[in-house]
């Protein structure tokens, strides 16, 4: 594989996780609650990882919220 195409695959990966936290952050900010954008990356990434054994997507968004 060409060197730039993992870089770019990377960064995309990077900006959904941060996508993923600021949508934590919003959803929060509905019931007038606060989270910083990098705890919601941080339970994100957790949840992922979760998510890998748990059963994937349904996994994922069970372990998230």
Request: glycine share 12%.
């Amino acid at each position: 594989m060409a060197l730039w195409a993992v870089l770019l695959a990377g960064l995309a990966q990077i900006i959904g996780y941060i996508g993923y936290g600021y949508l934590i952050n919003s959803v929060l900010a509905i019931a007038n609650q606060h989270i910083s954008i990098l705890k919601g990356v941080a339970i994100t990434l957790a949840a992922s990882s979760m998510g890998m054994l748990a059963g994937d997507t349904l996994g994922n968004t069970a372990a998230t919220y």
